[in-house]
């Protein structure tokens, strides 16, 4: 990058949102994938118009801009693959207002999920797709990446959420579209066009969200399968048995494996555990449910089942889910966390693939996910300075996929394309699909300036 | 039309799904709205393969191809605007599958909603939108008008629940996008893009959509307000009060007197009457939600706040509701059927700003709708052969057009744009918007042959 081109980008945003050593770009280089490339500058923007004449200056000069917000991003969203400048959306952090009346906020793409998480709490109103990383992410990276979580299989991802958008294209134009009304069928929904577009279509200055009256009465409950087949069934049993519980998790055998070793929680080790939460406004509704699902697991030979008779014991219960991933990711020095997802009778063959998968290749796989939505988090722990042990990890990424595929689902529930499953786009999407993508790509940025290199989309 | 083209489409179809009989094509120049235009041929096609090789030919030869399923859009959206084929999908109407274990269907696009509900009904669960077309209206119609109905501020509309389609896009490419999954962030949301698209970026000939359990009790209440602002703020109060009922719904001084004048209901006549609904698995859910919905009608001055303690009373007062657009179009020659769409917190103000625009136009406006999501239905009634009304009543919907955006909301929250609205497009969308509109069209459907001149998409 010229250094013309730098003093351009800090007569922007002001020499103290400008940054070109060494420390940020490497911390710029990376996210939460695996991939790594360095920026040659990064900025902070602060406003709409900043953000409108950096993409211009990018049109101008010939620079490549990917847009950050905390970097959680498992998929190397955020990772400047082919350099450029890195455009850090974290300081637009402004909650700019919460119409709990309209049942809307209006936030900046910088704002963390859970402080708006907070400042709703007192009204007694949540924006539920609570993402595993709710404590640090932030509301564009969630806009982004179409971000979803536990509580997928009742209310949904962030898509169901967005009710208008402030972008700047490609082109470096402005554009509002959607408004605080809870429904609109003017014109194409251009809204969900953005939701998980990764930043490669417009960049998210301003974005206004639904949200919903938080429920007041949860049960928990936690079952120990000794039949992977079984534990399928069940979810398959719940999902079609009339209620839509607000969690359904699944742990395989291997995840369960993995806990015991590393915490104090002495899980029972089985095939598969699964833990479910129904809720409610009152105590008899979330019960209800309840039982329903626990009629499921007994019917299908739950060898144990676990009720929470308290908030206390439910945390408890909490407990193995929440230790999955930190405890799969210190048992080796790599880890991908793949997130396949289903149809939701699909459940079962998808772990027994996953099994399969990981005898062929000799790779280490444990799997733990949203059963209730079909999404599945097979986590795959190795050694990446292992060369041997990375061809097999690659290949078997390789056969996750095909058989996500295979079995009528997708490759990405909630993480996203960027780097990662570009590759594998043509695997699940049609020549047609394609095209179209790529020509929407064009439309909205015709120069490709906006985080190339991602979702296939250059091909 | 040249005789040859209507050869090529006997040949595609077969003569018995080809038309060019002048009673067919009277039938084909008009949907529920009040425009009219009249094809040049119709066809019936039962297979994408057929659609597609229609597709090509209109390419080739220039004609255009506007798609209906039920005609019972209220916007223009299935009226041939500039002559061509009408392409009517009503033979589509298999069920393909019923999935409840991955709590899918896959359907064709003439299905009627209604069919749909009763196969459905007997596993306990069903497909939430329910227009008030749901006895004829096809579910091909839905996911093109994006539909919603008095269940939308809880279930959201037809949006929330397609998964997957197939499309033959305007270039006559086949296109598949989604699937049976309950979520995917692989890519664009091209589900998404096509749903609301009104038949201008391809022809959907394949549906996948999530149903959802029936919820198993409900509760109902209808209270009456002697001022309009007091009922406006019982909407907002209900909306923020910690519940979301699954129906809240507006009348309007003029439609209870409308209703009175023609049927034998005797309602109070009085500024608005609203219509409560809630639901859950358990009686306790519906009533504890209901219970909140009471106390804003009561905290909010409602003169009379009558609870149903049977089915039979619900039933009874839903009758109200229901006689709207019949008694009201009964009343006069012509109606319009407006649906302008505000934040929930303005439903007081557009109540009051439709009553001030038909006393200044001096035209007749009877208002009701779902004021649970903000959707207004200010239905005009008038004589259309009476040319100085008619004019008024030109005069008076652009102001309707105008008052909903200028208090934040929208042209059109479930009839669509069609050729009704596409006038007022740049009235709600900023000019990035319809640009980015018109590019996708033309990325899609490159020789402009699929239902051309609606949404204000030739400009």
Known sequence: MKPEIKDQLRAIVGEANF???????????????????????????????????????????????????????????????????????????????????????????????????????PHGYFFPPDPGSSKVCTLGGNVATNAGGVKGAKYGTTRDYVLGLTVVLGDGSIMRTGNRAMKSVSGFDLVRLFVGSEGVLGIVTEIILKINPKPRATATTLAVFDDLEDAGRAVSGVMAGGVVPSVLEILGRETLKAINQNTELNLPEADAMLLAETDGYTQGEADYQMERVVEQFTAHHAREVKQAESAAQAAELWKARKSCVPVLARLRPSFILEDITVPISQVAPTLRGVQDIAARHQVQIATFGHAGDGNLHPQIIYDAADHDESERVEAAVHDLFQLA???????????????????????????????????????????????????????
Chains 1, 2 share one sequence.
């Not at 990376?30 to 049109?59: F, G, K, Y």
């Open 19 to 121: 940054s070109d050593k060494l420390i940020d770009l490497v911390s710029y280089s990376s996210d939460a994938s695996q991939h790594l490339h360095r920026p040659e500058a990064a900025v902070w923007a602060t406003t709409a118009e900043q953000v409108q004449a950096i993409v211009r200056l990018a049109n101008q000069e010939a620079f490549p801009v990917t847009v950050r917000g905390a970097g959680t991003g498992l998929s190397g969203l955020s990772v400047p693959a082919q350099g450029g400048l890195v455009l850090d959306l974290s300081r637009m952090d402004q909650i700019l207002d919460i119409s709990i009346t309209d049942r809307a906020v209006v936030v900046q793409p910088g704002v963390i999920y859970a402080d708006l998480d907070n400042a709703l709490a």
């Open 405 to 459: 595929v295979d079995l009528g689902g997708t490759l990405t529930g909630e993480h996203g394309i960027g780097l990662s499953k570009a590759p594998y786009m043509e695997m699940e999407h049609d020549p047609a699909a394609m095209k179209l993508m790529r020509s929407i790509k064009r439309v909205c940025d015709p120069n490709n300036i906006l985080n190339p290199g991602k979702m296939a989309l250059d091909g």
